[in-house]
């Protein structure tokens, strides 16, 4: 049996490993670019109040929609501590649960929900690369004590989340809540995109069903966008200077105007980085033919590829989108097709100017 002195050597000598290993981490981090470290992370020295807070940033919307794509965007500072999806499959208590779990990922209390802990370290998503990819591919079993992962989360300047799976409503509580600094950025793709998305994702994949009967039911889609269309009026209106809109069309199309906008509107620097990550994400030159073609890929030419669908999607199933999902359309922006001549015609661009939601 250990003495006590032992055990408190021991002790130390954990604690010790996990200083050592976090600064080797952040400092792998800054060194891994060729800008200075200052100029990569945001100099908080110059905000006051909320701003002087780690920035708190979900991007909200719905499967299919282009949000790895404006995720790998978002994170491109690598400062920034991500969480995917953390509410898909895993929202048993409704909504109230669900708000809670994102306001516990946001305040880094991974320690305190051991469960989902193990679901973040050991599922498929990605997560936090920093964790997942440097530390768990190097130190397998500290990549198991969530209290590191704690720290990494709290030292971070940006700490993001990407949701698909509930309604935008449910960001209200986020934003009423005063010890959270939340920005949303509400992402937001043309409905008939959507679904000709996940029917191709869906054909490629036979033998494995990767959306549930209702993500595929056009009616059940257009009433998600419908609800989110009613929440967006409200958050617009409400919360203007903490929600944005954006919409992929425009990012795709033009990337590098959409990112700066989005960079400024949560308080973060756009540098060399940043362009840098924009630029291999959107011209597609930087990865391989196989990659470029893999439906989960980021990696695109983002211009060339926006309007696809039109070419994969008849006239007869464009129509009846076009019927449950108009008003969503007319509020975003989105070209309607009478005819299939109208439809087929390339002139006849599917994306209009965006009108304003209030």
Known sequence: MKSAREEKVQRLGVVSVLLVVTVLLLTSVCSHFSRPAQELIPDRSKHSGHEERTKQVVLWTMMRSGSRMTQAMLKALPCTFLTEEPLRKRSPGGPQFSVQLLKDIFNCRFSQ??????????GSLPNDYNVKGRLCA?????????RLTDAMCEVACVRLLRVVSVDLGETRTLLQDPTLNVRVVHLVRDPRALMASREKLESLSPTYKVFHDEEMNSTVICNRYMRDLKSAISLAHRHRSRYTLLRYEDLALQPEREVQRLYKFLDLPYNVQVANTVTSHTLGFMKDEVWRKDPFSTYKNS????FAWR???DFSEVTRLQQECGVVLKAYGYRTFPTPHHYHDPQNTPLLPLPPLL
């Open 113 to 122: 929900r051991p469960d989902y802990f193990r679901y973040w370290v050991n």
């Open 138 to 146: 190097v130190f397998r079993q500290l990549c198991w004590d969530a």
């Open 303 to 306: 211009s060339a590829t926006v």
């Open 311 to 313: 070419g994969e999607m």
